[in-house]
C-alpha cells in the first residue's frame, strides 16, 4: 500500500507543478508600448504600421505577447501632455515617440519611462541626448538631424528651379526644430546665393497671410520645414502652393502624396520600423542611456511632375535622374 501511494503523490506534484506553470505563463505581463504619432492616422497610417512591421520582425504580436497603444496628435502639440498623462498612468514600458515636441511632453511628465525617439530634429543641439554615441537618461532612438538635411533640401531645390533666388521659408516658431533647420538652410542659403524670406506661421489660421506676403516679397519658390501641425495641413499646404505657382520643397513625404512639387529627406517609415529594435532591446534590458542613437539609412527624393506642370515648372533632366521616383 505504501510503495502503490509513492507514484500516486508523484502524479500529483507534476500536476501542481503543470497548473503553477500555466497560471504563470497566463498572468504574464504583456509589455504595453506607446506611440505619438505628429500627424493624423489618415494623414501618415504608414508610421505605425511600419513600427507594427519592425516589431512582428522581433517576435511581437499584437493582442499575443504585446500591446500597442498609439496616440495621434493631428498636429496639435496642446494634446501632447494628456497623451503622455495617459500613458504614464496606463503604465507603457516604452514609448515611441515622433517628433521633439512630442519627446518634450513625455519627458516633462516621467524620467523612469524609456522613451524612443523618432524625429527629424537635433537631439543634442536640442538637449534632448547627452550625445549620440552616449544619450544617457531615458531617451534614445533616431534622428535625422534636420539642420544639415535643411541645407540639402534648398540646394536640390536651387537645382530645380535655377531662378529661385528667392525662396520663402515656412517655418512654425513654436516647434524647438524651427531654429535649427533655419541655421543649416542659411548655410547653404549663402553658398548658393539665396535669399531668404521667412514666412512664420503658429497656427492653421494664418496659412493664407502667409502665402500672400510670400507673393509680396516676390518669392520664387517656397521651402516648407519639418513641422507636425504643417504635415496636419497638407493638402491645404499644397493647394495654396499651386494657386501661387509657387515650386515647393517638403520636408514630409506626406505631401507629394497629396499632390506636392517635391519631397527629399529621410525615409520615416524606415525609421519607425527601426525603432521596434530599440523596443526590443528595451523589453529585454537594456537602459536607453547605454543604446546609442542612430541616422538614416535610407533617404528619399520624390519628383511629382503633374504638380509641375499645374505650376508650368520644366524639372531639369540631371535632378530628374537623381530621384527616386518620379510621378507621372
Not at 511628465?109 to 531615458?138: C, E, F, K, Y
Not at 533640401?153 to 531662378?163: D, F, G, I, N, W
Not at 517635391?262 to 534590458?285: C, N, P, Q
Amino acid at each position: 500500500m505504501k510503495r502503490a501511494a509513492v507514484p500516486s503523490i508523484l502524479v500529483v506534484v507534476v500536476l501542481l507543478a503543470l497548473g503553477v506553470t500555466a497560471e504563470a505563463q497566463q498572468t504574464k505581463k504583456v509589455p504595453r508600448i506607446g506611440a505619438f504619432v505628429p500627424a493624423s492616422a489618415s494623414g501618415a497610417p504608414q508610421l505605425v504600421e511600419a513600427l507594427r512591421q519592425g516589431l512582428r520582425e522581433h517576435g511581437y504580436v499584437e493582442e499575443q505577447n504585446i500591446t500597442l497603444e498609439p496616440r495621434y496628435a493631428e498636429g496639435n502639440i496642446e494634446r501632447l501632455a494628456g497623451f503622455a498623462a495617459e500613458l504614464v498612468r496606463l503604465k507603457a514600458d516604452v514609448i515611441v515617440v515622433g517628433s521633439t515636441p512630442g519627446i518634450i511632453a513625455v519627458k516633462n511628465t516621467t524620467g523612469a519611462i524609456p522613451i524612443v525617439m523618432v524625429t527629424t530634429g537635433d537631439p543634442v543641439a536640442g538637449g534632448l541626448v547627452a550625445s549620440l554615441a552616449r544619450p544617457g537618461g531615458n531617451i534614445t532612438g533616431l534622428t535625422a538631424l534636420g539642420q544639415e538635411l535643411s541645407g540639402k533640401r534648398l540646394e536640390v531645390l536651387k537645382e530645380a528651379v535655377p531662378k529661385g533666388s528667392r525662396v520663402a521659408v515656412l517655418s512654425n516658431p513654436t516647434n524647438p526644430d524651427s531654429e535649427l533647420s533655419l541655421k543649416g538652410m542659411e548655410v547653404a542659403a549663402r553658398a548658393l546665393g539665396v535669399h531668404i524670406r521667412l514666412q512664420e506661421v503658429r497656427d492653421p489660421t494664418e496659412f493664407d497671410k502667409a502665402f500672400e506676403a510670400t507673393i509680396r516679397v516676390g518669392a520664387r519658390a517656397l521651402m516648407v520645414l519639418p513641422d507636425p501641425m504643417f504635415v496636419s495641413q497638407a493638402g491645404r499646404i499644397v493647394a495654396l502652393s499651386a494657386k501661387s505657382r509657387l515650386p515647393a520643397m517638403y520636408a514630409h513625404r506626406e505631401f507629394v502624396d497629396v499632390g506636392g512639387l517635391m519631397f527629399y529627406g529621410a525615409s520615416l517609415a524606415d525609421m519607425w520600423r527601426r525603432a521596434a529594435t530599440y523596443v526590443d532591446k528595451i523589453l529585454k534590458g537594456t537602459k536607453p542611456a547605454d543604446l546609442p542613437v542612430e541616422q538614416p539609412k535610407k533617404f528619399e527624393f520624390i519628383i511629382n511632375l503633374k504638380a509641375a506642370k499645374q505650376i508650368g515648372l520644366t524639372i531639369p533632366p540631371n535632378v530628374l535622374a537623381r530621384a527616386d521616383r518620379v510621378i507621372k
